[in-house]
């Protein structure tokens, strides 16, 4: 078996007194579709948050491609450039353009010429259907454009693997589906993704596995059929219920 490219150990994060995450375990192989799910509150954006650093563990070990997540600000950056993020919310400068947007940090923090930079992020608007859109501003698209946008500007850092933190709930319901579309076309071209999503018809499609988690803990892991029809445990099947029932 080769190395898995995200290994997590034991991880236990702390907000003050309160456990956000409890001795979690987890790994992910090179080009698996992982989603997370669970109720508000079980931990599921703060364990994303915690593989790119975003979020500090305090117990516990990440590791991402072999590099071990730790106090050393250049196993930082490396990981945070092979993995890129999406967000609830898109993150987009409203001062700059969409070309603007995607080329800044290739040129700035990663020294790419301004030229490949651009020739690279006019490529990536294409790939997520939006090359039309590049000399407009955040302002003038749609959330669902946006959110587009902020896919094509992870995806300048030419990352290994793509984390998702619910990427389509702040979108209007007509909106998703362009969205989730760019997200299954990545996942047929072989990207690692890792996606905290209440897409339910999203995770039984495409992913590989599914965790499920509740109060900090990862409750049961499971692929997408026997996670959806034939849960282990009963949290799951409480979910499950809820969400049939809505």
């Given amino acids: 078996m080769s190395e898995p490219i995200i290994s997590v ?9 309160f456990q956000a995450l409890k001795n979690i375990d987890l790994t992910i192989a090179n080009g698996e579709i992982v989603v997370i799910l669970g109720p508000s509150g079980s931990g599921k954006s703060t364990l994303i948050r915690c593989l ?3 979020e500090e563990h305090q117990k516990g070990e990440i590791k991402v491609a072999g590099i071990p997540l730790d106090n050393h600000q250049e196993n930082l950056h490396r990981i945070r450039k092979m993995a890129g993020m999406v967000f609830q919310h898109f993150n ?6 969409i070309i603007e947007n995607l080329t ?3 040129e700035i923090v990663h020294g790419v010429k301004s030229s490949k930079a651009r020739e690279l992020a006019l490529s990536l608007l294409e790939r ?6 590049a000399d407009k501003y955040p302002a003038q698209l749609s959330g669902g454009q946006k959110q587009r946008v902020a896919i094509a500007r992870a995806l300048c850092n030419e990352p290994k693997i793509m984390l998702f933190d619910e990427p389509t709930s702040a979108l209007d319901p007509e909106m998703v589906g362009e969205v ?7 996942a047929k071209q072989g990207m690692t993704m890792v996606c905290v999503t209440h897409e339910m018809d999203f995770a039984r ?21 026997s996670f959806f029809d034939n849960p282990k445990e009963e949290r799951t099947r409480q979910f499950l219920g809820l969400l049939r029932r809505t």
Avoid: S, W
């Fill in 205 to 225: 499609q495409v992913a590989n596995r599914i965790v499920f988690m509740d109060e900090g803990e990862i409750v049961e892991m499971n692929d997408p059929a």
């Fill in 180 to 186: 989730l579309e760019v997200m299954k076309d990545l």
């Fill in 128 to 133: 997520v259907k939006i090359g039309e859109q």
């Fill in 52 to 54: 790119n650093g975003l």
């Fill in 92 to 97: 987009l400068f409203p001062h700059l353009t």
């Fill in 104 to 106: 800044l940090a290739p």
């Fill in 9 to 17: 150990k034991a991880l236990e994060k702390y907000y003050g007194n």
